[in-house]
């Protein structure tokens, strides 16, 4: 497609509940990326694949949190037992090719994740 | 390690005026800055980059920005503003080289508002 595609665009969740946020990168771009943005905060930093391999995984916030991207083109990330602190806008994002940021990195518009 | 500190998380300026936000970093390495804009309920979009060679560089919508190694600044200008400009702007910082140098890291970010 022309850029990233997230899905749902809004999720709430009951506290507890299993979530699971899909992102859809642009055809053919190598690596992705997630990102957590909480309120009034800037993005930080999730996890990081180049196609199907997961190759820094180091921002996830606690094992509930797990993402795969199977084929090396859509990615998700999944949630289990969610908590409050939780709540957030989910960034995808992808860039054409490795870890060099000179490609360039296209962002989608986010998932806001509520947990109630 | 890298960091990045952005001064006010709000600013207000008349349109025609002129538009400064501040950032600050500090990297291990030389580092990659970039200063990005989010609308509402929107993704993150580039408005322009610093990698290497000339220090003034020009973006997106008048915006520019000038690093200053020593003072460890990549301030963000614009000469008048619109308001359309009134978003969120956030200012980030990755490794040249190294492990984790295609993480970006965040400032907090600054909200723009213009006063017709």
């Known amino acids: 497609g022309a850029g990233v595609s997230q899905s749902p665009r809004y999720k709430v969740a009951k506290r507890g509940q299993d979530v699971a946020l899909r992102c859809d990168p642009i055809s053919g771009h190598v690596s992705l990326f997630w990102y957590q943005q909480a309120l009034g905060q800037g993005p930080e930093f999730l996890t990081y694949?180049?196609?199907?391999?997961?190759?820094?995984k180091s921002g996830l916030p606690s094992d509930r949190f797990f993402a795969e991207r199977p084929e090396g083109s859509v990615s998700t990330l999944k949630i289990q037992r969610t908590q409050q602190e939780d709540s957030a806008v989910y960034l995808c994002?992808?860039?054409?090719?490795?870890?060099?940021?000179?490609?360039?990195?296209?962002f989608g518009s986010g998932t806001r994740l509520t947990v109630v | 390690a890298q960091s990045v500190t952005q001064l006010g998380s709000h600013v207000s300026v008349s349109e025609g005026a002129l538009v400064l936000l501040r950032c600050n970093y500090s990297?291990?390495?030389?580092?990659?800055l970039f200063w990005y804009v989010q609308y509402p309920n929107q993704g993150l979009q580039l408005l322009l980059k610093y990698t290497t060679g000339a220090t003034l560089v020009k973006g997106i919508n008048g915006f520019e920005a000038e690093f200053k190694k020593s003072e460890t600044s990549f301030h963000l200008t614009k000469p008048s503003a619109h308001m359309s400009d009134a978003a969120e702007y956030f200012c980030a910082v990755t490794l040249s080289s190294g492990a984790g140098s295609y993480q970006l890291t965040f400032g907090k970010g600054t909200k723009l508002s213009v006063i017709p």
């Open positions: 990297s291990s390495v030389p580092p990659y």
């Open positions: 994002a992808s860039s054409l090719a490795g870890a060099n940021y000179l490609y360039g990195y296209t």
């Open positions: 694949f180049q196609n199907e391999a997961q190759l820094d």
